[in-house]
């Protein structure tokens, strides 16, 4: 009897000495593969190893336009951890960011750090962020202007379509604020050829109009 007794009592002790291990130290000492650790511990959040971070328009903005950025946090096996993120950017006087929500806007020219971590919890996630001086209204006037239209207009079919499948593309992409999508649609744009000498000497104008474009993007 004696013997059972002594039994029970180094398994309280031992459980008590787990829980409190979990409850008081946050992850530190506590053993990752208990059940007794993270959320079936003291409250703790699971054992974050990564978290990536990414923008809804890639790597550059323009003065004034928002983005949202997401986190994604993964433990040590790779398996998606539920957390809330805090978020903050260095420095602010080129870009700020709402720490609750990642909406992040452009301030002034330059390049800054996002970052998405949590608290008590050393690893963070960091995305870099290029705000570029882009005149985005004027790429969308160059696009709406009547003379350029007209040159277009006047495409054989083919060509014709595809510049417009491109304008419509580029429109969609100056409204995301999505500089570098913009940029590369108006490469496309000016890649357009036709083996039509009328077409040609259209198109080669038409260029002028998208090199101006361009240059707004201030890349």
Do not use: Y
């Not at 336009?65 to 260095?90: H, I, K, M, P, Q």
């Not at 962020?129 to 202007?145: G, I, K, R, S």
Request: hydrophobic letters at 40%; aromatic letters at 4%; one cysteine or more.
């Amino acid at each position: 009897m004696s013997t059972r007794r002594t039994f029970v009592g180094v398994v309280a002790v031992s459980l008590g000495f787990a829980l409190a291990s979990c409850s008081s130290g946050g992850e530190t000492g506590c053993d990752p593969s208990s059940p007794l650790c993270g959320d079936g511990g003291g409250g703790n959040t699971p054992s974050v190893a990564s978290v990536t971070v990414t923008s809804a328009i890639d790597t550059v903005m323009a003065i004034g336009r928002t983005a949202t950025l997401s986190a994604v946090a993964e433990d040590a096996n790779g398996s998606t951890v539920s957390v809330n993120f805090l978020w903050s950017s260095s420095p602010t006087s080129v870009a700020s960011v709402n720490a609750a929500t990642g909406v992040v806007t452009g301030v002034s020219v330059g390049t800054a750090t996002l970052q998405a971590g949590q608290d008590n919890n050393s690893v963070t996630g960091t995305v870099r962020m290029h705000v570029v001086n882009a005149n985005l209204a004027a790429v969308t006037a160059a696009f709406a202007d009547a003379f350029a239209q007209s040159l277009s207009g006047a495409l054989t079919s083919s060509p014709a379509s595809t510049v417009s499948g491109l304008v419509s593309t580029c429109s969609s992409n100056v409204s995301s604020g999505n500089i570098l999508a913009v940029d590369a649609c108006l490469d496309n744009l000016s890649a357009v050829t036709s083996s039509d000498g009328n077409d040609q000497a259209l198109l080669g104008v038409l260029s002028l109009f998208l090199d101006h474009a361009q240059r707004q993007l201030q890349l």
